[in-house]
């Protein structure tokens, strides 16, 4: 049986779906990391067997086949996505956004359209992390490890912090899916999903010692990061999920951020 490869992001709040890979968990499977800005053109160059794809990206038609079970799911919970401003929301024209921030761009785009009714331009800055964006743009979208920094960091005069899963909660009444795991091997695609649900349950039952070891390299406090695991994140594609992914689907289709309708077609099931 040949090795399986799975590509990923290395976001921490991916870590509890591919830990497992590196603790024994899958020797028959190889996990390589690479960014959201190429991880896609990578698989579907055939690189990989499965990858956990952003989900705007499986919409836009990356991906035949839709894996149940593992995916990350974001909680209304603050720390998956802030939007940091300096005005308020219905008078943003410029907002700075992350390259890797595929999925959170597009929900911004349609929460920001739907519930303010204003449309400003979303500029990729690759070093938004790094810089000072504020004598460029109105407001910053803060995604990954920079978020769970900026929600725990004292707030800063001037500057309001609005929480992006917050908002995709109250307009949709639906779970936010940042990333889902795909394939383009109908052969292999039981193999697949039962290799990936065992590293989730693996990873879901290990929350707290994966905290442990994020908050050492990140030299933060473990509960922080267990927090951040547990109340901004998820791991279950189940029926409410799907839910999400659907509206997701028909906002984004409305948007003009995507141009077809396949859900129901390539849910493997």
Not at 16 to 24: E, H, I, K, R, T
Not at 90 to 107: D, K, N, S
Request: glycine share 8%; hydrophobic share 45%; with cysteine.
């Amino acid at each position: 049986m040949s090795q399986l490869r799975f590509g990923a992001a290395d976001f921490i709040a991916n870590r509890p779906l591919v830990c497992g890979l590196s603790n024994g968990l899958g020797h028959k499977a190889l996990l390589t990391y690479e960014s959201q800005a190429t991880i896609v053109d990578s698989f579907e160059r055939g690189v990989y067997d499965a990858v956990l794809m952003p989900s705007i990206e499986y919409l836009r038609g990356s991906g035949r086949y839709l894996l149940p079970g593992p995916a990350l799911v974001g909680r209304s919970a603050p720390g998956g996505i802030v939007l940091v401003a300096q005005k308020p929301l219905a008078e943003l024209q410029r907002i700075a956004v992350g390259e890797c921030c595929r999925t959170p761009v597009a929900v911004l785009r349609i929460v920001l359209a739907e519930q303010q009714c204003v449309f400003p331009d979303l500029m990729v800055e690759k070093r938004l992390n790094e810089d000072d964006w504020r004598d460029r743009y109105d407001a910053a979208l803060i995604t990954g490890e920079a978020a769970l920094r900026e929600v725990i960091s004292a707030p800063t005069e001037g500057l309001v912090r609005y929480n992006v899963g917050e908002m995709w909660k109250s307009l949709t009444r639906t779970p936010l899916v940042h990333s889902v795991w795909v394939t383009d091997q109908p052969a292999k695609r039981d193999e697949i999903a039962n290799v990936l649900g065992s590293l989730r349950t693996y990873g879901v039952e290990r929350i707290a010692a994966l905290a442990d070891e994020i908050a050492s390299s990140l030299a933060m406090d473990a509960m922080v990061a267990y927090d951040y695991l547990t109340r901004a994140w998820s791991y279950e594609l189940g029926d409410p999920e799907m839910d999400g992914l659907r509206a997701l689907s028909d906002y984004a289709r409305k948007y003009d951020l995507v141009r077809e309708r396949r859900l129901a077609a390539t849910v493997a099931q």
